[in-house]
């Protein structure tokens, strides 16, 4: 399924649609679009100590109580927040983020220009790596920028 790319702020998808971002592994979610997801979302502890487990390349998953169906998913994609984001562990952690949705049942996904913020990749270089992780799969994908 095509990977749709539009302007539009991702806090205001359909509550059917799940939401992804990265975070990293010590999962400090002190700046970027981390921020914002723990103060809507919640669960800051929760995410911490499940980043820690499921390490690099992992998703920790959490339900948005607010809107039932609706799955938010911390991808972790460093160890570190100072460091930065690579295009191989971005590839990995968007088959682990895939396979996830898969596995639950999930099948519209939103997210931002994932590592074009703080962790500064490019935007031209993350859509493939998206589009090819969700090619052969029924996950509507949106990217919103």
Do not use: N
Request: aromatic share 10%.
């Amino acid at each position: 399924m095509p990977v749709r790319v539009i302007s539009f702020d991702l806090f205001k998808a359909p509550k059917d649609v799940c939401l992804a971002h990265l975070i990293s592994q010590d999962a400090s979610m002190h700046r970027g679009l981390a921020v914002a997801m723990v103060r809507k979302f919640g669960q800051k502890s929760y995410i911490q100590a499940a980043a820690g487990h499921v390490g690099v390349g992992g998703v920790v998953c959490i339900s948005d109580w607010k809107s039932p169906g609706r799955a938010i998913f911390h991808c972790v994609s460093k160890r570190h927040y100072y460091q930065k984001t690579t295009y191989t562990t971005l590839a990995k952690v968007l088959v682990t983020l895939r396979e996830t949705m898969e596995r639950f049942g999930y099948s519209k996904l939103a997210v931002p220009a994932l590592g074009c913020g703080l962790d500064r990749l490019e935007f031209d270089l993350v859509h493939p790596l998206i589009e090819d992780a969700f090619a052969w799969s029924d996950i509507e994908v949106t990217i919103c920028l």
